[in-house]
């Protein structure tokens, strides 16, 4: 039997990261309302995310089985998703069944500290898609969801665009932790889906400079058509002090760097989003690499940098990023390189593997 007639004979295809490189579609029960504010989403599209991938030195799930607790059981794929509304519980109120929504894909437990002091991305029980041991992703027909984890979108939004809230909701985050204010030169290092985005709401709060600096020219010119910002492309042969004078000096930016956003996780490019900054500058590492860099310690303290890690997103940040999707305060469109059929979703992984695209998406499970 082939994989796309075996699909339409099961409840629920789900695609099973089984091992390094190894992924199967296997069927799983349809979720049930448990509570009566859940929901049940019929999932539309789901995005490829670095995270899913091997890029660089950093390793993840698609080549490596994991990023830092490997997959022991096989797990269903996938955290960035969109989907419309076929079910919903008793006392559900803020969305209907047909509704189309873009999804948050983690669930907190509501008690601990973090979540009483509103830091519900900081739970340590919180319930990511996609996440070892135990918590399946979205790569699946049916989810099942908090009524208050789904957000309805405008009828004139593309389900494949809900896609992208889910990293739009990172680069809110990182601005918010940034406290760019109007008027800032905001340099951000790696011109991914994070570094695009990034670039997009920090021109939203107010930056007048956006500045992009990557190794790769290909991204680079589509940053500076997407986002009409200045970029460079960095020589991996200088080092960071060499790469910052260089910046600095093209741009004219001594003494006016306000915001590094370190959007790549390479350990080149935190030194230098360190040297870059001004006195008192802001610096957000949202970029995930190797879990021990060697940071220049003394600029940082000289300067007396405000530093920050971001981790997802917190309160308010995907309804902001809705409410600048649907007031098209930000275009998604652009940023979608491609969409695979569910029964093919690893060649997705292999082309963001491959550096191929800006957001590589997958479709869901057709009828």
């Given at each position: ?222 940053a500076a058509e997407y986002l009409g910002a200045e970029t460079r492309l960095l020589d991996m042969e200088a080092s960071p002090e060499e790469s ?124």
């Amino acid at each position: 039997m082939n994989t796309e007639l075996l699909t339409t004979v099961m409840k629920n295809p789900s695609l099973f990261l089984a091992g390094p490189g190894t992924a199967r579609i296997q069927d799983r029960p349809v979720p049930t309302i448990s509570d009566p504010h859940d929901v049940i989403v019929r999932v539309c599209f789901v995005g490829v995310c670095g995270s899913d991938v091997r890029r660089g030195d950093a390793v993840h799930f698609w080549k490596h089985g994991g990023i830092q607790t490997p997959v022991s059981d096989p797990l269903v794929m996938g955290h960035e998703a969109s989907g419309t509304i076929c079910a919903i519980g008793s006392a559900v109120t803020s969305v209907k069944v047909g509704d189309r929504v873009a999804i948050e894909p983690g669930h907190p437990c509501r008690r601990c500290t973090a979540c009483k002091a509103g830091s519900y991305n900081l739970c340590p029980d919180i319930k990511f898609a996609s996440a070892p041991p135990d918590t399946h992703g979205l790569l699946t027909k049916f989810w099942k969801a908090p009524e208050d984890f789904v957000y309805k979108v405008s009828d004139e939004t593309g389900l494949d665009e809900e896609v992208l809230v889910e990293p739009l909701s990172v680069a809110v985050h990182t601005s918010r932790l940034a406290g760019i204010r109007p008027g800032d030169t905001v340099v951000i290092i790696g011109s991914g889906t994070i570094g695009l985005l990034s670039g997009a709401v920090a021109r939203i709060f107010g930056a007048h400079r956006v500045i992009l600096l990557d190794i790769a020219g290909e991204k680079l010119r589509f940053a500076a058509e997407y986002l009409g910002a200045e970029t460079r492309l960095l020589d991996m042969e200088a080092s960071p002090e060499e790469s910052s004078e260089a910046v600095l000096s093209q741009f004219d930016l001594h003494d006016r760097v306000d915001v590094v956003i370190e959007a790549s996780g390479a350990e080149a490019s935190v030194q230098l989003g360190i040297y870059l900054l001004r006195l008192g500058g802001s610096y957000v590492q949202t970029g995930v690499g190797k879990p021990k860099l060697s940071i220049p310690m003394l600029a940082l303290s000289e300067k007396e940098l405000r530093v920050r890690g971001c981790f997802r997103y917190g309160a308010g940040d995907f309804a902001l990023a809705v409410q600048l999707l649907d007031r098209r305060m930000v275009d998604l469109k652009p940023l979608i390189s491609s969409v695979t059929p569910f029964e093919r979703a690893p060649e997705a992984w292999d082309k963001t593997g491959r550096g191929e695209g800006i957001k590589n998406l997958v479709q869901g499970v057709l009828d």
